[in-house]
């Protein structure tokens, strides 16, 4: 009888943990379920990301020159780096023009050659003058421009929005 009793209790233990671990499994497995539902809920907001690319001091009048900076985005609970490079181009110290080197027609990166007085991209062999429009080859627009601010002699530039 005290022999049954000891079995019944085992018995009811393994049942017992093997619905708990099943339990633990199924809760393991919904996360990224969940997170897959939820995440786009999740992103980090980037409307207003001003984003900072060093000081004015370091452009020269009429030369664009780049700048590099690593911007960071959130996607549920990844968080990815990338680094941007932006060609910053004034002619007076005080109106700025910032221009992505990304090429529009399939993405290559641009580079802006003082000898040429343009951005050539090396793809498909494109030009875009000083202030990113397109003079020869097959990109079909402009190169894109991001919106400028200074404040204390830093550069910003506007992501997202
Ligand atoms: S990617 Fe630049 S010209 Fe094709």
């Not at 019944?8 to 199924?26: E, P, V």
């Not at 939820?38 to 700048?67: C, D, H, M, Y």
């Not at 109106?95 to 992505?100: G, K």
Request: charged share 20%; with cysteine; glycine share 10%.
């Amino acid at each position: 009888m005290e022999e049954e009793k000891d079995q019944l209790s085992r018995r009811n233990f393994l049942a017992i943990a093997t619905g708990a671990i099943g339990g633990l499994i199924g809760i393991v497995m919904a996360i990224p379920a969940v997170a897959y539902v939820v995440g786009p809920a999740l992103q980090r907001r980037t409307a207003e990301n001003w984003v900072r690319l060093g000081p004015t001091s370091k452009v020269e009048l009429g030369i664009p020159t780049l700048f590099k900076t690593i911007i960071e985005s959130q996607t549920g609970w990844i968080v990815a780096e990338e680094e941007i490079s932006v060609y910053v181009l004034t002619e007076d110290g005080r109106e700025y023009i910032a221009l992505s080197n990304i090429c529009t027609h399939l993405g290559c990166r641009v580079r802006w050659i003082t000898d040429q007085g343009q951005y050539f991209c090396p793809c498909h062999n494109a030009a875009f003058d000083k202030t990113g429009e397109v003079v020869a080859g097959p990109p079909p627009s402009p190169l894109d421009r991001y919106e400028t601010k200074v404040e204390e002699d830093q550069l910003y530039i506007l992501l997202g929005g």
